[in-house]
Nanobody, 125 residues
Framework: QVQLVESGGGLVQAGGSLRLSCATS????????MGWFRQAPGKEREFVAA????????YYADSVKGRFTISREDGKNTVYLQMNTLKPEDTAIYYC??????????????????WGQGTQVTVSS
């Protein structure tokens, strides 16, 4: 069983920045392909960013490309999401997740086996 705990959410003005963290249990974190998703009220959960187990490959939704950066620190079993130039439409609960070992999709939530409880990000205009 893998446990994930997100932190770093909060209230920020448009144009501001936040850095989300996702601490993950398990001795095999360095083998995990990790993703960030978000869900706004009344909307479906949507893909934000993903990072390969090696950290070499990263993937982003078009809506956040150039503003958000995903990274990982294997020594701390943690994945990060640096969010810059935030917009009101970025307001959502943000979740990190571990992709299943037999999946190859980055943006399909069903490809991910373990999820955190989420952290709220609110961007005011």
């Amino acid at each position: 069983q893998v446990q994930l705990v997100e932190s770093g959410g909060g209230l920020v003005q448009a144009g501001g920045s936040l850095r989300l963290s996702c601490a993950t249990s398990g001795r095999t974190f360095s083998t995990y392909h990790m993703g960030w998703f978000r869900q706004a009220p009344g909307k479906e959960r949507e893909f934000v960013a993903a990072i390969s187990w090696s950290g070499v490959n990263t993937y982003y939704a078009d809506s956040v490309k150039g503003r958000f950066t995903i990274s990982r620190e294997d020594g701390k079993n943690t994945v990060y999401l640096q969010m810059n130039t935030l917009k009101p439409e970025d307001t959502a609960i943000y979740y990190c997740a571990v992709r299943g070992p037999f999946s190859d999709s980055d943006d399909d939530p069903s490809a991910y086996d373990y999820w955190g409880q989420g952290t709220q990000v609110t961007v005011s205009s």
